[in-house]
């Protein structure tokens, strides 16, 4: 990384107003970086980080809690979105307070993903690609790459740009109250390192690119309401629109996705993003489940020898919040119960909606990170950002590879010094 980057407005704007014990500077080498502001004591909350944008992983999509991002326990039937099959909730209470934001953002987009990668139409797809990259000699290569995505991978990445570009719109569309969350802005001024792309990766984001702006053109199958006339696809005319009616949009997933990001240099960056900034959600077996952007958070650097700690588990929903649902038997055997939001009406009253989707956004997980130690102002807030417990090597060709840079922390210096290695995993 090279040269001072500006230090973000959000962020420090939340810090500020939430009399966090952090100041951002920026350095040549290390970007902009988080340090105490003051002494701080061990134990000491040091940040609360809100969440933007979580998602769960196509694959745990029924395991975590599309409301509340817990996982369910077992005993505790889930509920699915009947209307696009793709979501699903712990509790009906869940499910209640994530309605508006389902039914009216998410829903119809969900429906198309849900046939993004699904048999032929994705080997048609594929197909595609492929004749549109056989004539631009420079795609050939991500051409290769896109035949390696498995299905469910193209999934997890259309669930996650789904968030991102959802999200995007519903604060453009002014329902978040200024302060509150945090932006679009406040991502899009994490840093990116989109200099250190290999070439290769960079080919298959364009092929990938590809790939969003062609899925089926056509809306979403299964509408509540007769549709009013769609807007012309810009973010603002989508967002005004959202915004101002209880009828889903009447656009296509592709639409949504290249009003967000209209070239390849868009969505590669915001890949570039994701790659150096967000954070995995995880059970107590280390499996991820899911993923947010914490942007507060993202300006703790890496060490080795961390300062700070914090869980990024996601917990288990009591057996006792468990609904006792009316689900016919076949539901039960698979333990869902299907919901058919179809059936549910809709009320009419805009912003009393609009609020309730506020209230639901408020529900993101938060990360709480605490002083592992004693630490003095001024010194650098860090986290790890590679599992603790490998060696020397193993975690610098980690950092090197998926953050493009080479430590020079204390440890490592000072493992490099010594043959033994005190670096196990503290849990802390
Ligand atoms: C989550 S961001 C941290 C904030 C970042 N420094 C910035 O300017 O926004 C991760 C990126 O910060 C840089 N970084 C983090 N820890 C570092 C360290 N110990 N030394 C050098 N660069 C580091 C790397 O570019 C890495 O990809």
């Not at 987009?109 to 549109?132: H, L, R, W, Y």
């Not at 570009?165 to 994490?190: K, S």
């Not at 005004?240 to 209209?262: H, K, N, W």
């Not at 009393?352 to 506020?358: D, G, H, I, K, P």
């Amino acid at each position: 990384m090279t040269g001072q980057l500006p230090v973000p407005n959000w962020t420090q704007a939340y810090i500020a107003a939430n009399d966090f014990p952090i100041d951002i500077v920026s350095s040549d080498t290390r970007g902009r970086y988080a340090i105490a502001a003051r002494d701080i004591h061990e134990g000491d909350v040091v940040l609360r980080a809100q969440g933007y944008a979580a998602v769960c992983t196509q694959v745990c999509r029924k395991e975590v809690c599309s409301g509340c991002f817990q996982a369910y326990s077992l005993g505790v039937l889930g509920l699915k979105c009947d209307a696009c099959s793709m979501t699903f909730y712990c509790t009906l209470e869940c499910r209640e307070k994530s309605f508006d934001l389902h039914s009216r953002f998410e829903c119809m987009f969900m429906s198309q993903i849900a046939g993004v990668a699904a048999g032929k139409a994705f080997d048609k797809t594929m197909a595609d690609i492929d004749a549109v990259l056989g004539v631009q000699e420079s795609g050939a290569a991500s051409c290769r790459h896109m035949q390696n995505l498995e299905r469910t991978g193209v999934q997890s990445l259309s669930r996650w740009l789904l968030g991102v570009c959802v999200r995007g719109l519903i604060e453009e569309g002014g329902l978040i109250p200024t302060g509150t969350l945090p932006t679009y802005n406040a991502v899009l001024e994490l840093v990116p390192n989109e200099d250190c792309l290999p070439q290769d990766e960079r080919l298959k984001l364009e092929g990938l690119y590809i790939f969003f702006s062609n899925l089926s053109s056509k809306p979403a199958k299964k509408s509540r309401k007769k549709a009013d006339p769609s807007p012309t696809t810009t973010l603002k005319s989508l967002s005004q629109f959202m915004a101002s009616t209880m009828t889903p949009v009447q656009v296509s997933f592709s639409e949504l996705f290249t009003a967000r990001f209209p070239q390849p240099i868009d969505f590669i960056r915001i890949i570039c993003i994701r790659q150096c900034n967000v954070f995995g959600l995880w059970d107590a077996e280390s499996e991820c489940l899911g993923q947010s952007f914490f942007p507060a958070a993202s300006y703790f650097n890496h060490s080795c020898d961390k300062n700070l700690y914090f869980d990024q588990t996601i917990k288990l929903v009591p057996s006792s919040e468990a609904n006792k649902p009316n689900s016919s038997e076949q539901e039960l055997a698979r333990g869902v119960e299907s919901v058919d939001l179809n059936s549910v009406k809709l009320e009419d009253d805009v912003e009393a909606s609009n609020t309730r989707v506020f209230a639901a956004l408020q529900r993101m997980p938060v990360l709480v990170f605490q002083a592992k130690r004693d630490i003095v102002k001024g010194e650098a807030l860090t986290h790890c950002y590679v599992d603790q417990s490998l060696e020397r090597e193993e975690r610098r060709a980690a950092l090197k590879e998926e953050y493009y840079f080479d430590c020079d922390c204390d440890r490592c210096i000072r493992e490099n010094n010594q043959t033994g290695d005190d670096g196990s995993m503290d849990g802390k």
